[in-house]
Protein backbone atom coordinates (compact mmCIF):
# COMPACT_ATOMS: atom_id res chain seq x y z
CA UNK A 1 0.00 0.00 0.00
CA UNK A 2 1.65 3.05 -1.88
CA UNK A 3 1.59 5.62 1.82
CA UNK A 4 -1.08 7.89 1.98
CA UNK A 5 -3.18 6.03 -0.26
CA UNK A 6 -7.11 5.04 0.76
CA UNK A 7 -7.32 1.31 0.74
CA UNK A 8 -11.00 -0.08 0.54
CA UNK A 9 -11.52 -3.24 2.64
CA UNK A 10 -14.33 -5.66 3.40
CA UNK A 11 -14.91 -6.71 6.87
CA UNK A 12 -16.78 -8.98 8.54
CA UNK A 13 -19.54 -6.61 9.03
CA UNK A 14 -19.18 -3.82 6.18
CA UNK A 15 -16.53 -2.15 4.91
CA UNK A 16 -13.66 -0.32 5.83
CA UNK A 17 -11.51 2.90 4.57
CA UNK A 18 -7.78 2.52 5.57
CA UNK A 19 -5.28 5.53 4.77
CA UNK A 20 -1.59 5.17 6.21
CA UNK A 21 0.36 8.34 6.72
CA UNK A 22 3.78 9.25 8.09
CA UNK A 23 2.44 10.10 11.38
CA UNK A 24 -1.03 8.51 10.90
CA UNK A 25 -2.82 5.48 10.46
CA UNK A 26 -6.71 5.92 9.75
CA UNK A 27 -8.98 3.08 10.09
CA UNK A 28 -12.89 4.31 9.17
CA UNK A 29 -15.63 1.93 9.22
CA UNK A 30 -19.09 1.23 8.09
CA UNK A 31 -20.91 -1.43 10.30
CA UNK A 32 -23.67 -2.69 7.89
CA UNK A 33 -25.75 -4.67 10.61
CA UNK A 34 -26.14 -1.55 12.63
CA UNK A 35 -26.80 0.67 10.00
CA UNK A 36 -30.49 1.77 9.70
CA UNK A 37 -30.35 3.68 6.65
CA UNK A 38 -31.48 7.39 7.88
CA UNK A 39 -29.03 9.11 5.49
CA UNK A 40 -27.32 11.28 7.67
CA UNK A 41 -24.01 10.45 6.46
CA UNK A 42 -25.20 10.94 3.09
CA UNK A 43 -26.28 14.62 4.04
CA UNK A 44 -23.51 15.90 5.87
CA UNK A 45 -20.30 14.17 4.24
CA UNK A 46 -18.99 17.61 2.70
CA UNK A 47 -17.25 15.75 -0.42
CA UNK A 48 -20.28 13.54 -1.04
CA UNK A 49 -18.08 10.64 -0.67
CA UNK A 50 -21.40 9.09 0.51
CA UNK A 51 -24.44 7.49 -1.44
CA UNK A 52 -27.44 5.28 -0.14
CA UNK A 53 -28.20 1.64 -1.06
CA UNK A 54 -32.29 1.51 -0.50
CA UNK A 55 -33.64 -1.68 1.06
CA UNK A 56 -36.14 -3.77 -0.17
CA UNK A 57 -39.03 -4.64 1.16
CA UNK A 58 -41.59 -7.82 0.12
CA UNK A 59 -45.18 -8.83 1.57
CA UNK A 60 -44.64 -5.44 4.15
CA UNK A 61 -41.41 -7.03 5.69
CA UNK A 62 -37.94 -5.57 5.45
CA UNK A 63 -35.70 -8.50 3.67
CA UNK A 64 -32.63 -6.51 2.67
CA UNK A 65 -31.61 -4.26 4.87
CA UNK A 66 -30.30 -0.50 3.56
CA UNK A 67 -27.04 1.11 3.96
CA UNK A 68 -24.45 2.97 1.85
CA UNK A 69 -21.77 3.12 -0.57
CA UNK A 70 -18.33 4.61 0.04
CA UNK A 71 -16.32 6.52 -2.62
CA UNK A 72 -12.53 5.90 -1.13
CA UNK A 73 -11.30 8.65 -3.58
CA UNK A 74 -13.24 11.55 -2.13
CA UNK A 75 -13.17 10.53 1.55
CA UNK A 76 -11.17 12.92 3.75
CA UNK A 77 -11.43 10.76 6.97
CA UNK A 78 -12.97 14.17 8.60
CA UNK A 79 -15.31 12.32 10.82
CA UNK A 80 -18.73 14.46 10.14
CA UNK A 81 -20.63 10.94 9.43
CA UNK A 82 -18.89 9.54 12.55
CA UNK A 83 -20.37 12.25 14.94
CA UNK A 84 -23.57 12.39 13.62
CA UNK A 85 -24.60 9.04 13.36
CA UNK A 86 -27.43 8.09 15.46
CA UNK A 87 -26.66 4.64 15.70
CA UNK A 88 -23.09 4.41 15.92
CA UNK A 89 -22.61 2.42 12.22
CA UNK A 90 -20.11 4.24 11.60
CA UNK A 91 -16.68 4.33 13.52
CA UNK A 92 -13.13 5.92 12.92
CA UNK A 93 -9.98 5.10 14.84
CA UNK A 94 -6.50 7.32 14.37
CA UNK A 95 -3.22 5.50 15.30
CA UNK A 96 -5.25 2.61 17.07
CA UNK A 97 -7.36 5.12 19.46
CA UNK A 98 -11.15 6.45 18.80
CA UNK A 99 -10.81 10.19 17.14
CA UNK A 100 -13.04 12.13 15.78
CA UNK A 101 -10.71 14.87 13.53
CA UNK A 102 -13.50 17.62 13.02
CA UNK A 103 -14.40 17.69 16.98
CA UNK A 104 -10.53 17.67 17.12
CA UNK A 105 -9.66 20.64 15.17
CA UNK A 106 -12.97 22.15 16.69
CA UNK A 107 -14.93 22.43 13.37
CA UNK A 108 -17.62 20.43 15.00
CA UNK A 109 -18.92 20.65 18.62
CA UNK A 110 -19.40 17.41 21.16
CA UNK A 111 -22.95 16.64 21.30
CA UNK A 112 -25.00 16.91 24.41
CA UNK A 113 -25.99 13.53 25.51
CA UNK A 114 -25.21 11.13 28.85
CA UNK A 115 -26.81 8.81 31.04
CA UNK A 116 -26.62 9.23 34.60
CA UNK A 117 -27.90 6.27 36.97
CA UNK A 118 -28.43 5.61 40.74
CA UNK A 119 -27.70 2.20 41.56
CA UNK A 120 -28.85 2.69 44.78
CA UNK A 121 -32.40 3.16 43.64
CA UNK A 122 -32.35 0.36 40.73
CA UNK A 123 -33.88 -3.15 41.93
CA UNK A 124 -32.29 -6.36 40.65
CA UNK A 125 -35.56 -7.05 38.91
CA UNK A 126 -35.45 -3.78 37.00
CA UNK A 127 -32.05 -4.42 36.63
CA UNK A 128 -32.65 -7.20 34.62
CA UNK A 129 -35.46 -6.20 32.75
CA UNK A 130 -33.61 -2.79 31.63
CA UNK A 131 -30.55 -5.19 30.31
CA UNK A 132 -33.65 -6.78 28.09
CA UNK A 133 -35.02 -3.87 27.26
CA UNK A 134 -32.18 -1.49 25.67
CA UNK A 135 -32.22 -1.90 22.01
CA UNK A 136 -28.77 -1.83 21.68
CA UNK A 137 -27.60 -4.08 23.93
CA UNK A 138 -25.28 -1.82 25.90
CA UNK A 139 -26.04 -2.18 29.57
CA UNK A 140 -24.56 -4.48 31.42
CA UNK A 141 -25.07 -5.55 35.59
CA UNK A 142 -22.95 -6.65 38.18
CA UNK A 143 -24.20 -8.37 41.46
CA UNK A 144 -24.67 -11.08 44.03
CA UNK A 145 -26.65 -13.85 42.28
CA UNK A 146 -28.81 -16.91 44.16
CA UNK A 147 -27.50 -20.66 43.96
CA UNK A 148 -29.86 -20.64 41.21
CA UNK A 149 -27.84 -17.93 39.24
CA UNK A 150 -30.94 -15.49 39.84
CA UNK A 151 -29.83 -11.60 40.55
CA UNK A 152 -30.50 -10.93 44.02
CA UNK A 153 -28.51 -7.67 44.70
CA UNK A 154 -26.75 -4.78 42.29
CA UNK A 155 -23.71 -3.62 42.78
CA UNK A 156 -22.42 -1.68 39.77
CA UNK A 157 -24.57 -1.12 36.14
CA UNK A 158 -22.51 -0.04 33.11
CA UNK A 159 -23.64 1.73 30.12
CA UNK A 160 -20.92 1.12 26.77
CA UNK A 161 -21.90 4.63 25.63
CA UNK A 162 -20.38 3.90 22.77
CA UNK A 163 -22.72 1.70 21.11
CA UNK A 164 -25.77 3.43 23.41
CA UNK A 165 -28.79 5.58 21.39
CA UNK A 166 -29.71 7.74 24.05
CA UNK A 167 -33.16 6.24 22.94
CA UNK A 168 -34.54 6.47 26.74
CA UNK A 169 -35.94 2.72 27.42
CA UNK A 170 -34.52 2.40 29.98
CA UNK A 171 -35.56 5.70 31.64
CA UNK A 172 -38.77 4.93 30.52
CA UNK A 173 -38.83 1.59 32.25
CA UNK A 174 -37.03 2.39 35.33
CA UNK A 175 -38.30 6.07 36.43
CA UNK A 176 -36.01 8.26 38.75
CA UNK A 177 -33.23 5.55 38.17
CA UNK A 178 -32.00 6.12 34.56
CA UNK A 179 -31.75 9.72 33.31
CA UNK A 180 -31.11 10.06 29.30
CA UNK A 181 -30.09 13.11 27.54
CA UNK A 182 -30.93 12.67 24.32
CA UNK A 183 -28.84 15.07 21.44
CA UNK A 184 -32.26 14.74 19.00
CA UNK A 185 -35.01 16.90 19.14
CA UNK A 186 -37.75 16.87 16.33
CA UNK A 187 -41.27 15.63 15.08
CA UNK A 188 -42.77 12.39 13.64
CA UNK A 189 -46.42 11.78 12.39
CA UNK A 190 -47.38 8.34 11.66
CA UNK A 191 -50.81 7.94 9.58
CA UNK A 192 -51.78 4.82 9.73
CA UNK A 193 -54.68 5.20 7.50
CA UNK A 194 -52.13 5.21 4.43
CA UNK A 195 -49.74 1.61 5.42
CA UNK A 196 -50.76 -1.30 3.55
CA UNK A 197 -52.24 -3.88 5.11
CA UNK A 198 -49.86 -5.76 7.23
CA UNK A 199 -46.92 -3.72 6.49
CA UNK A 200 -44.24 -3.38 9.19
CA UNK A 201 -41.25 -2.11 7.33
CA UNK A 202 -41.14 0.89 9.43
CA UNK A 203 -40.77 -1.79 12.91
CA UNK A 204 -38.60 -3.75 10.92
CA UNK A 205 -36.01 -1.02 10.55
CA UNK A 206 -36.52 1.25 13.97
CA UNK A 207 -33.54 1.32 16.16
CA UNK A 208 -35.41 1.87 19.41
CA UNK A 209 -38.69 0.13 19.18
CA UNK A 210 -40.67 3.78 19.33
CA UNK A 211 -42.39 1.64 16.63
CA UNK A 212 -44.06 -1.63 17.06
CA UNK A 213 -46.66 -3.54 16.06
CA UNK A 214 -49.85 -4.09 17.86
CA UNK A 215 -53.67 -4.80 17.14
CA UNK A 216 -52.50 -5.53 13.11
CA UNK A 217 -51.02 -2.14 13.07
CA UNK A 218 -48.04 0.03 13.73
CA UNK A 219 -47.63 1.79 16.97
CA UNK A 220 -45.90 4.88 17.41
CA UNK A 221 -44.32 5.99 20.99
CA UNK A 222 -42.74 9.43 20.39
CA UNK A 223 -40.94 9.49 23.85
CA UNK A 224 -37.76 6.72 22.09
CA UNK A 225 -37.55 8.43 18.92
CA UNK A 226 -34.56 9.66 17.22
CA UNK A 227 -36.15 11.68 14.10
CA UNK A 228 -33.52 9.48 12.12
CA UNK A 229 -35.76 9.17 9.07
CA UNK A 230 -35.08 5.57 8.45
CA UNK A 231 -38.52 5.00 9.09
CA UNK A 232 -39.68 7.44 6.17
CA UNK A 233 -37.02 6.54 3.76
CA UNK A 234 -38.11 2.49 4.14
CA UNK A 235 -41.95 3.19 3.98
CA UNK A 236 -43.30 2.11 0.44
CA UNK A 237 -46.26 4.96 0.76
CA UNK A 238 -45.79 8.65 0.50
CA UNK A 239 -46.73 10.46 4.08
CA UNK A 240 -47.41 7.64 5.92
CA UNK A 241 -44.82 8.44 8.11
CA UNK A 242 -43.10 12.05 8.22
CA UNK A 243 -40.18 12.70 10.00
CA UNK A 244 -38.13 16.01 10.58
CA UNK A 245 -35.76 16.66 13.23
CA UNK A 246 -35.87 20.70 14.52
CA UNK A 247 -32.68 20.84 17.27
CA UNK A 248 -29.79 18.83 17.68
CA UNK A 249 -28.23 19.78 21.16
CA UNK A 250 -24.40 20.38 20.93
CA UNK A 251 -22.15 22.38 23.06
CA UNK A 252 -21.21 25.81 21.45
CA UNK A 253 -18.70 26.36 18.64
CA UNK A 254 -17.93 28.75 15.76
CA UNK A 255 -17.79 26.82 12.50
CA UNK A 256 -18.90 27.37 9.01
CA UNK A 257 -18.74 23.53 8.29
CA UNK A 258 -21.25 22.79 11.55
CA UNK A 259 -23.58 25.69 10.39
CA UNK A 260 -23.52 23.70 7.08
CA UNK A 261 -24.33 20.21 8.60
CA UNK A 262 -27.25 21.83 10.13
CA UNK A 263 -28.28 22.94 7.58
CA UNK A 264 -29.00 19.60 5.41
CA UNK A 265 -30.32 17.67 8.87
CA UNK A 266 -32.66 20.14 10.59
CA UNK A 267 -35.38 22.18 9.00
CA UNK A 268 -34.63 25.55 7.62
CA UNK A 269 -36.62 27.64 10.49
CA UNK A 270 -34.51 25.83 13.12
CA UNK A 271 -30.98 26.15 11.59
CA UNK A 272 -31.96 30.25 10.61
CA UNK A 273 -32.94 30.14 14.64
CA UNK A 274 -29.38 28.41 15.99
CA UNK A 275 -27.80 30.90 13.21
CA UNK A 276 -29.28 34.07 14.32
CA UNK A 277 -28.35 33.22 17.93
CA UNK A 278 -24.48 33.02 16.91
CA UNK A 279 -24.90 36.15 15.15
CA UNK A 280 -26.40 38.05 18.11
CA UNK A 281 -23.81 36.39 20.44
CA UNK A 282 -20.94 37.63 18.26
CA UNK A 283 -22.46 41.32 17.86
CA UNK A 284 -22.68 41.34 21.44
CA UNK A 285 -19.29 40.11 21.62
CA UNK A 286 -17.89 42.77 19.87
CA UNK A 287 -19.72 45.46 21.28
CA UNK A 288 -17.61 44.97 24.74
CA UNK A 289 -15.17 46.52 22.33
CA UNK A 290 -16.62 49.86 21.06
CA UNK A 291 -15.79 52.87 22.55
CA UNK A 292 -17.43 54.05 25.87
CA UNK A 293 -19.21 50.55 26.75
CA UNK A 294 -18.13 49.15 29.87
CA UNK A 295 -16.75 45.56 30.21
CA UNK A 296 -18.25 43.37 32.40
CA UNK A 297 -15.30 41.99 34.54
CA UNK A 298 -14.51 38.07 34.27
Same mark, same amino acid.
Given at each position: ? #? ?31 ? $??? $??? $? ?6 ? +? ?43 ? %? ?11 ? =? ?24 ? /? ?12 ? %? ?6 ? #?? /? ?6 ? #? ?22 ? !??? /? ?9 ? %???? *??? +? ?19 ? $? ?5 ? @?? =??? !??? @? =? ?8 ? =? ?8 ? &???? +? ?14 ? +???? *????? &???
Amino acid at each position: M #TRGSTIKRETATGVALERRMLTRHYWFEWHGET $CVG $CGT $CAKVCPKE +AITMRQGRVADGRLVERPGIEIDAAKCVFCGECVLLCPVHALTMT %VNGQPEIPVVVWE =AFPQLIRGIQIHEDRLSAAQAAACVE /VCPPRVISIEGHKS %VLGALEAV #TS /VRVDESGC #TYCKQCEALCPGTFSVTSPWEGRI !VLN /VSLCPPGCRAC %VDIC *PTR +ALTWGDGQVELDKRFCLYCGA $CENICPV @SE =AIT !VQR @S =AIRHYPVKSS =AWTKALESLI &SIDA +AVREIEVKSQGKRRHA +AQFL *PGVKR &SSP
